[in-house]
């Protein structure tokens, strides 16, 4: 059996806490901030915890994990 390859994408993206837990970026955040308000963009600033429901594509698309 082959080994299986890790999705580029989510390389770049997610992270895998200690836990099991996927951290991930908050969307929205990159430009056109001036059509946020200040809560948004507070709000939004550094990363949140994936839900459950999508921790699954994620860990199929990260077979062994990620560094």
Known sequence: MPKLKTKSGVKKRFKITATGKVKHGVAGKRHRLS????????QNRGT????????????????????
């Open 35 to 42: 059509h946020h308000n200040a809560k948004y963009i507070r």
């Open 48 to 67: 949140s915890v994936l839900s459950e429901a999508d921790w699954g594509h994620v860990k199929l698309w990260a077979p062994y994990g990620l560094r």
